[in-house]
């Protein structure tokens, strides 16, 4: 199995600058103050900005910017993955989100559903394909915010993942679907599903986290205390969730589809 390490924060407000610099400060309290040897740490979405999706000038250059070298110099320190969303301009703005490997390299998936309610759409441009890796042999499924309201998109067809993995700037007053998702995506695709959400409030918009790891019969198995900033630390048992599998093969029995990209 793997140990991951997940972090609610309250993403901050200001210059470009001034907002990374305080999240730098942030996260790297709460990791120093979380367990020695992880082998995951995972952010929240736009972590370094707050989720301001009509600022463009907070956005990363594609070819890597402070933000992504940050999380390169994080993975390295603690030799341990790091993830979560940062708003790129690559041919037009992306939320993509990062999974960096202790050697530096990286893989991304840009958000597939962009939030037209709150109009990411209007200067975001979305993604198209999923993005599933492989670490310490796990296979995590990168996901999103608002993608958890979209079960076709991260559907375990074949069975391609074991984690799937949510960052969100996802508000209070819609939590409680956020809580009834996170436990139907772990339990319909019998996978674990870590979910980094934020705290904080922002204007009218209030976050209080309800971050967590569902395990794949839909039990938290460790979450940071709604509303408050904070660590969780929780082991991704692979031998269970394989043994579960073989056992209950509700995947064999699975759907079978296309999707339109």
Known sequence: GADAIELSISAPIGTRST?????QEQIGGYVRAGVEAVDLVVLPEMFATGFDVDDASVAEPASGGAVLRWMQSLAAARRSAVEGSVAVDDNGLRNRHYFVYPDGTYRYYDKRHLFSFGGENRLYRQGVSPCVVEYKGVRLLLQTCYDLRFPVFSRNCGDCYDVAVYVASWPKSRISAWDTLLQARAIENLAYVVAVN??????KLEYDGHSRV???????VTGVADSEEGVAVAEIDLSRLRAFRSKFPALDDADRFTVDL
């Open 19 to 23: 907002r990374f610099g305080r999240s």
């Open 198 to 203: 934020r705290v904080g409030t922002v204007g």
């Open 214 to 220: 569902v395990d794949y019969l839909g039990r938290t």
